[in-house]
């Protein structure tokens, strides 16, 4: 569910230059004619109030958190080679085991728009929401369904399935036809790994997966197969139809109990710039998952128990023209709804105000969210699970550079 930083410009430190290099406007180092590298740096920090989550459980709970940090790295090495190496803290809130890890470390070959292969640790192509990250969404808690098995696992390696949606493999991507409006990306990777004689996946089988997307207005322009939320008007008008396809053989459940997995999503994003310069966007997100294990894993201790069933969000925004101190006001709603096999239901609504101070770059957000997601959860989907329905009060800061 994380995400990187755009390869746009970012921090040059002096500490950083080599001898030809150049500093460029926007804080690219130039080395030469074919070698560049940029820095970039992130943060998002929220406090929260929760109805009857405080330690005697009736009361509101009230938190300050550190959500995310990051450090990006992007350089050219070659005409056709690039690179990026992004770091994300792991467990800010908690001093005693935060650290700094490794996100994302691509190696990036990059020949034509139409062919183009990414190698290393990296996304899996999955919905938009995850291809968008925390970063580029237009919702600060965006993250209100199901993940895809390289976000649900916390680990890579024997019992994981990668981290923050990340996995070792290869993806080929391109944009083809006519103005390139077909966007693709294609590739295989790690997947769910298992140790011998614990976990399903006993034959080593790899993960593959692909997503498709059609332009049907302005051409969604990100770096490779990234995606946005939103782009607050920049990009003119934009209606964009996506469909996600995952599968791994023996790629959930345990030893004993261990099935196949496949997931498809399908999206859409419109968004719309009005005669007054008002901006409206519009999400949609559905996705169905069918991970065939028996139930009875979720009793057995090495049970990758994923979800298994449907859910979907939409969400609607207007960004006001206006520009009022030194932003904009964008209020939005939000519905989210789960329904797995095997569990309990649970749904979600939410309504909010962003503040666009600099687009993605620096917004700040309060919102209200409703519901029993907030009690039963996004990831245990056991039978017998059951919650209240909540209130939550969020209010949340953005910057990136």
């Known amino acids: 569910m994380m995400q990187w930083k755009r390869p746009v410009a970012a921090l040059a430190t002096a500490g950083l230059l080599m001898t030809a290099a150049t500093v460029q406007a926007g804080g690219k180092i130039s080395i030469d004619d074919t070698k560049w590298i940029s820095i970039g740096a992130g943060a998002r920090a929220s406090f929260s109030a929760i109805e009857d989550s405080a330690p005697n459980a009736n009361d509101w709970s009230s938190d300050f ?98 981290v923050y949606a990340r996995d070792h493999g290869v993806s080929v991507w391109g944009n083809l036809g006519p103005r390139g409006a077909l966007q693709y990306v294609v590739g295989v990777y790690n997947g769910l790994e298992s140790a011998a004689g614990r976990g399903p996946n006993q034959d080593d089988n790899l993960m593959y997966a692909g997503r498709f997307t059609y332009n049907f207005l302005n051409v969604e322009k990100n770096p490779g197969y990234y995606t946005s939320g939103t782009y607050y ?44 310069k008002g901006v409206f966007t519009f999400n949609g997100e559905y996705k169905t998952f069918d991970s065939d294990y028996n139930i009875a894993a979720f009793a ?63 917004r700040v957000s309060l919102f209200y969210q409703y519901g029993d997601i907030l009690s039963e959860g996004i990831t245990n989907f056991a039978p017998g699970v059951a919650g209240d329905d909540l209130s939550a009060i969020k209010l949340a800061f953005q910057i990136q550079i």
């Open 65 to 162: 958190n550190a959500d995310s940090a990051r450090i990006y790295v992007n350089g050219q090495i070659h005409k056709y080679i690039k690179f990026e190496l992004n770091t994300e803290c792991v467990f800010c809130g908690n001093s005693n085991l935060e650290e700094f890890v490794l996100l994302d470390a691509i190696a990036k070959f990059e020949f034509t728009p139409e062919l183009n292969v990414w190698a290393g640790r990296l996304l899996v192509p999955a919905e938009r929401q995850e291809l968008n990250g925390p970063y580029y969404s237009t919702t600060y808690d965006a993250y209100r369904t199901p993940f895809i098995p390289a976000d649900f696992s916390v680990d890579f390696g024997a019992g994981g399935a990668g």
């Open 233 to 276: 008007g920049t990009a003119g008008d934009i209606l964009s139809l996506a469909v996600t396809v995952q599968h791994q053989e023996d790629g959930v459940g345990s030893f004993n109990n261990r099935g196949d997995y496949t997931g498809v999503s399908v999206d859409a994003i419109f968004e719309k710039v009005l005669a007054n």
């Open 300 to 362: 057995d201790g090495d049970c990758f128990c994923m979800f298994n069933g449907n859910s979907y969000w939409v969400n609607a925004l207007y960004m006001f023209p206006q520009t009022v101190g030194i932003g904009k006001f964008q209020p939005y709603v939000r519905y989210n709804e789960i329904n797995p096999d095997d569990s309990s239901d649970r749904d979600e609504i939410e309504g909010g105000l962003n503040y666009i101070i600099d687009g993605h770059n620096a």
